[in-house]
Structure formats: structure tokens, C-alpha cells
């Protein structure tokens, strides 16, 4: 069965206003990758977390192992951010097992 | 059913010499990719492609060559293998910008180089 459960699949903020995505793991994941989708279809990196919490301007992740979760958090959100966040989770021998998807549309 | 297909599954590699890492896809679709997953570093883009005949160089491109001679083939080419360059390789297709589910990986190729 699925091992990620990406959560929402699909979000609306206005701009400057916050929110966060979540990934849900069904067993112990060794790492965990965000990536967003560009207009092209590639995937961009924005977090690799072993553990702990990570922050890159107004993006925020967040992993927890043991809980088997990982959350990207997005602040002040502005109309470029628009587009689809993956997570990705490392399992215990080199797969790697994608998310969803969170469809995220910022608007004025 | 629509696939990504990596070979060979594993492989040993001698410093200096060439591999060829292959893929092939189902999907029809336009874009391919090659990752490496290094501990510590995740997914790391290497070299990709928008269609046959095109390649484009990733985020960590040095050292590899990538060639697409169709639609359903993409192959990630170390002309001098490296022992730097042992890690495991993924392929990926999927197509922009559509849906969330238009990315599918194959099952990986472990390189060693010694």
C-alpha cells in the first residue's frame, strides 16, 4: 500500500498569508526531500531533512521519524509560490517513495 | 502499464572506465530525468531532458553525459568512471505542468566504482 500521504492535495491563500503541507509516513522513513514542480515539470529542491527542522526564507520543513511526518511550511505567501510541492521519503534501503502532491494556487 | 525501466539493476565499475546507464519509458512522456541519492543529500539532478534529441545539464552535471535518442530513452553516460561517482541513479519521466501524478520513477540502478 501507499507509504506517503500527502496532505491537502490541493490549496488556496491569498498573499501574505501562511500555511503548511504535510506528509504523513506509514513506517519509519530515513529522510525526507521537498521538492516543488516548476513550470516545466522539473523538480526543484527545496529541503533534504534527516532530522530537525529546516528553513530557507519563507519556507519552513519540519521532520519527525519517530512521529512519521514531515511538514513544509509556507509564510507570507506570494503569487510566484503558486505550483505543486512533493515530498519525498528515503525508506530503509534506497527507495524512495513520492507524495501526492499539494496543488498550491496563491492569488491576490 | 505504463513503466520506467532502468538497466542494468546493478553494476561494478573500474575507475576510468565508461558506463552506460540506460532507461526506458512507457508514459510518452516528454521529459526524462536522471537523479543520483546520495545519504545526506537526497535526490540530486544530474542532467534531463524536454524530448528527443535534447538534454540539459541538472544541478550536478560534471563527470556525466546524458543522450536522447527517442522518445522512450534517455542514458546517463560517465566516460571515466570515478569512484566519487558510486551512488544510486534514478530515472524519472513526467510531463509539465500537469498532473500531480505525471512523475514516475524506475526501480534505480546501483553504480559501485572501484
Known amino acids: 500500500g501507499d507509504q506517503v500521504e500527502q496532505s491537502p492535495s490541493a490549496l488556496s491563500l491569498h498573499e501574505g498569508t501562511g500555511s503548511a503541507l504535510r506528509c504523513n509516513f506509514t513506517t519509519t522513513m530515513r529522510a525526507v526531500q521537498w521538492f516543488r514542480k516548476n513550470s516545466r515539470g522539473s523538480l526543484i529542491n527545496l529541503f533534504y531533512l534527516a532530522s530537525g527542522t529546516k528553513e530557507n526564507g519563507r519556507l519552513k520543513s519540519a521532520f519527525d521519524s519517530k512521529e512519521r511526518y514531515s511538514t513544509l511550511h509556507i509564510r507570507d505567501a506570494q503569487l510566484e509560490d503558486s505550483g505543486t510541492y512533493f515530498c519525498a521519503a528515503e525508506t530503509g534501503g534506497y527507495k524512495v517513495v513520492f507524495g501526492s502532491g499539494t496543488r498550491l494556487l496563491v492569488s491576490p | 502499464e505504463a513503466a520506467v525501466t532502468q538497466s542494468p539493476r546493478n553494476k561494478v565499475a573500474v575507475t576510468g572506465g565508461k558506463v552506460t546507464l540506460s532507461c526506458n519509458q512507457t508514459n510518452n512522456h516528454n521529459n526524462m530525468y536522471w537523479y543520483r541519492q546520495d545519504t545526506g543529500h537526497g535526490l540530486r539532478l544530474i542532467h534531463y531532458s524536454y524530448g528527443a534529441g535534447s538534454t540539459e545539464k541538472g544541478d550536478i552535471p560534471d563527470g556525466y553525459k546524458a543522450s536522447r535518442p527517442s522518445q522512450e530513452n534517455f542514458s546517463l553516460i560517465l566516460e571515466l568512471a570515478t569512484p566519487s561517482q558510486t551512488s544510486v541513479y534514478f530515472c524519472?519521466?513526467?510531463?509539465?505542468?500537469?498532473?500531480?501524478?505525471?512523475?514516475?520513477f524506475g526501480s534505480g540502478t546501483r553504480l559501485l566504482v572501484i
Open positions: 524519472a519521466s513526467g510531463d509539465a505542468p500537469g498532473d500531480n501524478s505525471d512523475y514516475t
